[in-house]
């Protein structure tokens, strides 16, 4: 069974950035879809950022040009760079794992952004 455990939350001025990490706890095989999402009090939990074992990626239009998901195999990890970060991108982040037929899903980390 695979177990994520997010990293990289915390409290920064608009304008500012966070990296977001995401760690595996075992070995991942085969196609798989990895993504961010977030979600806000009081509202529906978003897609933000997904990246496929092949290596494609694909993003909400809110966030594009500003944020970066990326992987590092060897730590089996994944990551989300938020630049340029806007109030409304305060929200618990989530990292989930697709692999059918099964979906995994971190324990989330909090990002408040002041402005």
């Known amino acids: 069974q695979v177990q994520l455990v997010e990293s990289g939350g915390g409290l920064v001025q608009a304008g500012g950035s966070l990296r977001l990490s995401c760690a595996a706890s075992g070995s991942i095989f085969g196609l798989y879809v990895m993504g961010w999402y977030r979600q806000a009090p009081g509202r529906q939990r978003e897609l933000v950022a997904t990246?496929?074992?092949?290596?494609?990626?694909n993003y909400s239009d809110s966030v594009k040009g500003r944020f970066t998901i990326s992987r590092e195999n060897a730590k089996n990890t994944v990551y989300l760079q938020m630049n340029s970060l806007k109030a409304e991108d305060t929200a618990v982040y989530y990292c989930?794992?697709?692999?059918?037929?099964?979906?995994?899903w971190g324990q989330g980390t909090q990002v408040t952004v002041s402005s």
């Open positions: 990246m496929h074992s092949v290596g494609s990626t």
């Open positions: 989930k794992l697709a692999q059918w037929p099964n979906d995994y």
